[in-house]
């Protein structure tokens, strides 16, 4: 018996370009959506940085693009041409879901704003994202996760060592993040329209999203007012959620947020048994003060210790913890593998392993679906699904919409 795909029947029109957004469109894809991508003509930004050819005569493979495009359907329309918002209009008529990161000012200026879409097609869920919002006093700013997500949003602020400069996040860290809560909440407004009848707004944000996934720091400064303080690893208040270099030249870290049943364990792991009888340390705001004398002796017994040879004491004790592993080892991991975290990609460069989506739903077809089509390879067949006929087709061409 075949799979079913969770959202087989659901049609996606995505207009949008880099990361964020086209990462939901890819997860909406994975779980079996139809999803159009519009481009403008030759195709969007992305499709031209870093290609990687395999050897000489083999076509280019971007990594980049077929990550965040696989599996879409693409549709060219010059959004300058006179007439290439009704086109966009018609192919809305039939779609459930409209996943854009058009900035405000270019929703009005093409007449796609949430009211000029849904009194075309008021069924429609209407998913935005953009750097900071649909409203607001800073709606209209370009902002890409580097600087929305994680510099506006307070993140880096709080990362790296105390007097050091600030950390720049990986690249697409917060468009990943986003993508991921556009997919949850697109799927929460399906389900809401369904019940309702009537089409929604998801409005998402880079900067809001940033700003949730360190709503634990938030939430405090929002009782106290003050900047928490950044990790001092020399001197953290728990030594045992720290991080500490090993005799081989790796790092691992320590992760016992309730750090007082695990202290007798690691005492033992370290050859401290003195400590571990020593009522005075028993507790965590005991040891606290003495956290810079504590954190040297963990971080001198582990760097006279191999790396494996360690794995195998702190395991043995039952700790919480794990190796900083380089990603040639993550792409490796067996715990991943047994996941399909990484699955198979046809190009015409060959076979290649892409990054599947983060989650399973047991008993569905949630995979990747292929390349992403050639920039305007589905377009003649998606405006006939619209229901233009050949000749009107051979007009908009005429009229410049396809470039």
């Known amino acids: 018996m075949t799979e079913p795909a969770p959202l087989e029947g659901i049609r996606v029109?995505?207009?949008?370009?880099?990361?964020?957004?086209?990462?939901?469109?890819?997860?909406?894809?994975?779980?079996?959506?139809?999803?159009?991508?519009?481009?403008?003509?030759?195709?969007?930004?992305?499709?031209?940085?870093?290609?990687?050819?395999?050897?000489?005569?083999?076509a280019?493979?971007?990594?980049?693009?077929?990550?965040?495009?696989?599996?879409?359907?693409?549709?060219?329309?010059?959004?300058?041409?006179?007439?290439?918002?009704?086109?966009?209009?018609?192919?809305?008529?039939?779609?459930?879901?409209?996943?854009?990161?058009?900035?405000?000012?270019r929703l009005r200026r093409f007449g796609l704003t949430p009211e000029d879409?849904?009194?075309?097609?008021?069924?429609?869920?209407?998913?935005?994202?953009?750097?900071?919002?649909?409203?607001?006093?800073?709606?209209?700013?370009?902002?890409?996760?580097?600087?929305?997500?994680?510099?506006?949003?307070?993140?880096?602020?709080?990362?790296?060592?105390?007097?050091?400069?600030?950390?720049?996040?990986?690249i697409?860290?917060?468009?990943?993040?986003?993508?991921?809560?556009?997919?949850?909440?697109?799927?929460?407004?399906?389900?809401?329209?369904?019940?309702?009848?009537?089409?929604?707004?998801?409005?998402?944000?880079?900067?809001?999203?940033?700003?949730?996934?360190i709503a634990t720091d938030v939430a405090k400064t929002l009782v106290d007012g003050r900047q928490p303080r950044r990790f001092d690893r020399t001197a953290p208040e728990n030594p045992l959620f720290n991080t500490y270099p090993t005799g081989d030249g790796h790092w691992l870290m320590l992760v016992h947020m309730t750090p007082d049943p695990y202290w007798p364990r690691l005492c033992r792991v370290i050859g401290r048994d003195d400590w571990a009888a020593d009522p005075a340390l028993a507790t965590m705001a005991a040891r606290r003060q003495r956290a810079a004398e504590i954190t040297a002796a963990i971080e001198g017994a582990f760097l006279a210790e191999t790396l494996p040879d360690l794995a195998e004491k702190l395991d043995r004790e039952g700790l919480i913890w794990a190796p900083m592993v380089e990603l040639p080892h993550v792409i490796a991991d067996p715990q991943l593998r047994g996941r399909d975290a990484f699955q198979p990609l046809e190009t015409p460069a060959g076979t290649f392993e892409t990054v599947a989506a983060p989650f399973r739903i047991r008993g569905a077809d949630v995979r990747v679906r292929g390349m992403a089509s050639q920039p305007g390879a589905d377009t003649l067949d998606i405006l006939r699904a619209a229901g233009y006929s050949d000749d009107e087709v051979a007009t908009l061409a005429e009229q410049g919409i396809f470039g």
């Open 13 to 58: 029109i995505e207009l949008a370009n880099y990361v964020a957004a086209p990462s939901a469109g890819g997860l909406l894809r994975d779980l079996g959506a139809d999803v159009v991508k519009i481009e403008p003509p030759g195709g969007e930004v992305m499709r031209g940085v870093v290609p990687i050819g395999t050897g000489t005569g083999t």
């Open 60 to 105: 280019p493979f971007n990594f980049l693009f077929e990550l965040e495009n696989r599996g879409k359907k693409s549709v060219t329309i010059d959004l300058e041409a006179p007439g290439a918002s009704e086109v966009v209009h018609r192919l809305l008529a039939g779609a459930d879901i409209f996943l854009t990161n058009l900035l405000p000012r």
């Open 117 to 170: 879409v849904h009194a075309r097609n008021p069924q429609v869920v209407f998913v935005a994202i953009t750097g900071y919002g649909l409203e607001g006093p800073d709606a209209d700013r370009p902002g890409f996760d580097f600087s929305a997500f994680w510099t506006r949003s307070g993140i880096m602020s709080l990362i790296g060592h105390p007097g050091g400069p600030p950390v720049i996040s990986r």
């Open 172 to 213: 697409a860290q917060g468009d990943h993040t986003t993508g991921m809560a556009a997919v949850a909440a697109a799927l929460a407004a399906l389900r809401l329209r369904d019940r309702t009848g009537r089409g929604q707004v998801v409005d998402l944000s880079l900067q809001q999203t940033g700003l949730y996934t």
